[in-house]
């Protein structure tokens, strides 16, 4: 019996697990793929989320959820301060919080027993909530599009720029203009955010590279040594306490 299957058998859960059409809510809400291929649409976006992924809605945001591929997905509403500063923030995997909604499936808490996994995972989402890198994203509506796939996409600029139907020149005006770094520049500081997000919510630094567009550990190292001026040695020995101490002595 598949997942899918599996998750109608007690029908007034079902929901949940298997998507619904476009509503909104008046809640912070989280959705997180807990198996397969969950496609979430949200401002005329389609964001295709694989096992373990999440997306960190802002109240009255519009979306709808489609599930393939023994898709499967959790939706829990969070406490109202727990807002992601958009409309919406593509979180990819963190860990600590796949150990948390891995433990809501397991535990299937109800009633008043939903309060701590619902702190639990405000606690995540405040901790991702600051850049480690200053980084602004662009106003402009196709070039904010653009910029939330330059992060989480291996496609190049010119790439990028024929799928969102701009010139190279135009993403680069675009980017110039309203976030005061170039492109290239300003990828590679918003795809480390998501990197260091990532080990401070316990993942390995293999992984976090792989988020980052890096192919290897040493790559995203070496970027972060460079970008923040710490030893390669320290960062290499203990990247996250590296970090969290570097960004107490030095304004990003």
Known sequence: MVVRTL???VPENSVRFLGHDTHEHDEP???YAAA???ELTVDDEVLTLRRGEAVWLAPFVPHAVRLSDGGMALGPMLHADVVPGQRFRVLGVVPALVD???TVLGAAPSGDQIEPFRSAIGEILQRLQRQ???VIAPTHPVGRRLAREAVRSPYTLVQLSERHHLSPRQVQRIFLDETGLPFARWRSRA??????AHLEGGGSPSSAARLAGYSTRAGLLRALSRETGVALDVLAAAPVEALLAAETTTAR
């Open 7 to 9: 998750a109608t058998v």
């Open 191 to 196: 795809r480390m955010n998501a990197a260091v």
């Open 36 to 38: 397969g291929t969950v």
């Open 132 to 134: 480690y890198f200053a």
């Open 29 to 31: 809400h989280l959705v």
């Open 100 to 102: 948390v909604m891995t």
